[in-house]
């Protein structure tokens, strides 16, 4: 059980979306579409990462959302629609993993299907989760992602650092080269840590 209250989980996700936001903005981002699942926690990290990258980049974004299993098809329909440059797909949250993952490798059959455009971004929850492991079991997503600009936002735990990584597949498999780091402050490493790692952190 994470070392971490509701109500952390909800600042930790304001304090990585407000950098994830930042970083799309340094990439020279102007257009994003911000897919997320209906719960707290997924809105909470959308939301900010949404402000952030108005903030920095004085662009466009909109927040599109699923619920699990219900609209995946139709949210796929819109975001083609709106034409973004960038898709970040921030699936997580308090729902369980497994439907989340299935919701999001739905959600990503349909986005070949539709053939969405622009590059597309992973949180690092659904990545780690295998959720674009399981989706590259589908032949027709593995043609459409294999097409595509990926990227993943990763977690340096010991370094304290939120990592942009190009997300590249090969042979069915996904390699990280990566592209930017941001450091962290000390509360978002210690939140990170207790979250995600499960234990608290001392600094020197």
Known sequence: MALTTFEEEIYLRALTGRLVGKALADLGVNKLAVVAPKNIICSS??????AAFLDHSGGVTYHFMVELGKNEEEVAKRVKEFGAQVVL??????DP?????????KFLKAAAKEN??????????????????E????????????????????V??????????KVKIENGETKLEKLAEYQVTLEHADLLN?????RKVTFQ
């Not at 989706?135 to 990763?154: F, G, H, I, R």
Request: overall charge neutral.
């Open 45 to 50: 990290i959308a939301t900010a990462t949404e």
């Open 89 to 94: 797909l921030q699936f997580g949250g308090e």
């Open 97 to 105: 993993i497994e439907k989340v993952k299935e919701s999001f490798v």
């Open 116 to 133: 969405i455009p622009g590059a597309i971004v992973f949180h690092v929850r659904i990545f780690a989760a295998g959720g674009v492991a």
């Open 135 to 154: 989706a590259l079991k589908d032949e027709e997503v593995k043609k459409y992602l294999s097409s595509k600009d990926l990227y993943v936002y990763t």
């Open 156 to 165: 340096g735990f010991d370094e304290g650092k939120v990592y942009v990584n």
């Open 194 to 198: 207790r979250s995600l790692k499960n």
